[in-house]
């Protein structure tokens, strides 16, 4: 007896193996190997053979289901008569296809003791879904799939002719190029126009048959553009190029309609669309289209589509090609730099007159950069009557720069901008002002007779000039109260004077200042030169009441020293002297 054992999946059947009778129950089972219909009810018959019983009877049949660990229960037996136990299974389901078996209670584990049947549940074929497809007019193919489980094994047949004419039904020429369930049909084996085509699904409990029509003029969906590509034509424009669709024959390039694209990389869910006109050029095998009034170096994402121009509707467009991105060329920035700050340091050279001056600014926002910054242009201006003129200028490569020399005592502008390939941006302009302020006063001031009625006065430059000296202001005046001043603007390259015309018997007073754009300094310190007798105002008064006395007491004892000699001479005799002696 052949035992066929099978494990029952959608569609398959495996033979497992073949049991040796050697120990078996001396019996039959029928139906061998029955295809029965889900939901039904079903009968399975377990014959012992008469002859060789064995003393055995009917009641000692167990049945179980694909193993001896699974034992059927008694409820489900019926027993005919002494030689013929019933399985019933009532409303069979997928799910209890498989193998079951009959044997007798004393052969316990021993499957090869057993008889059995495989069965097979399962329902007539669903009508299968179908759907074809062509992407270059000339050729389609169709897929089909299993409409709802059958749970046995379904074979599928596609034909197809055309819908007109009367033609016979041909078979699918190759099952091969697109895959598993579909057909292709290639330009060579149908005649265009529309389509009848149509499958069929069978298995052993019936068939089932789908049907459609499909033109592929009307229905082509082509596959996307290809070897899209995206290059810059400038800091405002983009070039794209784009090859036909794969599989889409040249001789129907005139055929093809495109859509395209474009999004910024700063807003990239916002699509921007080129008008069907705009594109309506585009039927050349090597197409391509500019893109204007772009942003300058900015990556924009641009994407593709395409149709055949004989289809309408939406849905016969293609995929979107894969994104691909371009950037445009750099143009000057846009924006001056911001928040430019300064701060200045005396010159450690020239720590009177030069000062050093540290700027620095914030860079500019990525869309203002219009390309890649390189350097900043920094330029010191004065301020002239024609018109500003640069002085000086450097480049910085960061949002820095110390500059350094600068006069400490003149005002600049200093102009500030960013730079790329394209060249230099707006300017940010600092104003630098003139540090001028009130100078010190000269230092070191003296004054010297140099003949009678002269005197020189000397002076040494201020050790705070606060700014570029112009000039010295020299002032004198007799000691005393009440006198007016003479004064003498001196060049500020001069640091002495010569006061002329004063009197050498009058003691003076002296004082100088300093001059420059901020105005006068204080005045030093003034102070009294005496004559040139060495006399101050007030000793000179004291002195000459003094010489008058000596002077008076001189002439008079030379007159008493005259009478004497006169008085003896006239004893004597003599003569009178002729000169008196000198009392000075």
């Known amino acids: 007896m052949l035992l066929l054992i099978s494990l029952c999946l959608p569609s398959v059947v495996l033979l497992v193996g073949c049991i040796s009778p050697a120990y078996s ?38 049945w179980y ?67 074809c497809h062509s992407n270059n007019i000339l050729d389609y193919w169709c897929e089909w799939r299993e409409g709802s489980p059958s749970n046995l094994r ?11 004419g009367g033609n016979s039904w041909q078979n699918c020429p190759d099952t091969q190029t697109k895959g598993s369930n579909t057909c292709f049909v290639s330009q060579d084996n149908h005649r265009g126009y529309t389509q009848k085509v149509r499958v069929t699904a069978t298995n052993p409990l019936g068939t089932a048959v789908a049907e459609i029509t499909f033109n592929p003029d009307l229905e082509t969906v082509p596959n996307p553009p290809s070897n899209v590509s995206v290059e810059s034509r400038g800091s405002h424009s983009l070039r794209v190029i784009w090859e036909l669709p794969l599989k ?14 474009y999004a910024s990389e700063f807003e990239p869910d916002t699509w921007h669309k080129i008008s069907r006109r705009e594109m309506s050029g585009m039927r050349r095998l090597r ?45 000057v920035p846009t924006a001056a730099v911001t928040a430019l700050d300064w701060r200045q340091y005396s010159s450690h050279e020239e720590p009177l007159f030069k000062r050093d001056v540290f700027l620095q600014w914030k860079r500019l926002h990525r869309h203002q950069r219009r390309g890649v910054i390189t350097e900043y242009m920094v330029n010191v201006m004065l301020q002239h009557e024609d018109g500003e003129r640069i002085v000086h200028s450097e480049n910085a490569s960061s949002t820095v720069i110390f500059i350094l020399g600068l006069e400490k005592y003149q005002d600049y502008y200093i102009q500030i901008s960013a730079c790329n390939v394209a060249g230099c941006g707006p300017n940010a302009t600092v104003y630098l002002p003139d540090g001028t302020s009130e100078p010190g006063a000269p230092k ?48 500020c390259n001069e640091t002495s004077y010569i006061i002329k015309d004063l009197d050498p018997t009058t003691s003076y007073q002296f004082r100088v200042q300093t001059k420059n754009a901020g105005g006068y300094s204080g005045w030093t310190y003034s102070f009294e030169l005496p004559d040139e007798n060495g006399f101050f105002a007030d000793q000179e008064a004291t002195s000459r009441s003094a010489q008058e006395i000596l002077k008076q007491a001189a002439q008079s004892l030379r007159d008493m020293m005259k009478l004497l000699q006169n008085n003896i001479a006239e004893e004597n005799g003599e003569n009178s002297p002729s000169q008196t002696p000198d009392l000075n």
Not at 82 to 111: H, K, P, V, W
Not at 248 to 261: P, V
Not at 316 to 329: A, F, N, P, R, V
Not at 451 to 460: P, R
């Open 25 to 62: 129950i001396e019996a039959h089972v029928e139906p061998l190997d029955p295809i029965v219909l889900a939901g039904t009810n079903f009968t399975i018959s377990c014959n012992l053979d008469e002859n060789s019983t064995n003393g055995h009877t009917s009641s000692d049949i167990v």
């Open 65 to 131: 289901y694909k193993s001896s660990k699974r034992p059927i229960p008694s409820d489900q037996y019926h027993l005919v008569n002494d030689t013929t136990c019933q399985l019933i299974i009532r409303d069979i389901s997928f799910e209890e296809s498989g193998a079951y078996m009959c044997a007798l209670a004393s052969d316990g584990g021993n499957l090869l003791a057993y008889e059995g049947t495989m069965l097979y549940v399962g329902s007539p074929p669903a009508s299968p879904s179908l759907k």
């Open 444 to 491: 070191n001031v003296a004054a010297q007779w140099q003949i009678s009625n002269s005197v020189k006065m000397s002076w040494e430059m201020p050790s705070d000039p606060h700014g570029y000296v112009l000039a010295y202001n020299v002032q004198w005046a007799p000691n005393d109260k009440g006198a007016e001043w003479s004064s003498a603007e001196v060049n």
């Open 248 to 261: 889409w024959t040249s001789h129907f390039s005139m055929f093809l309609e495109y859509k395209l694209q």
């Open 287 to 331: 197409p391509a289209f500019n893109i204007q009034n772009l942003e300058p170096y900015t990556n924009y994402h641009v994407r593709m589509s395409c149709k055949s121009m004989g289809v309408m509707g939406d849905k016969h467009w293609s995929d979107w090609t894969l994104i691909q991105t371009g950037m445009t060329d750099s143009s």
């Open 154 to 164: 379904t074979s599928y047949t596609l034909e197809y002719r055309q819908q007109f």
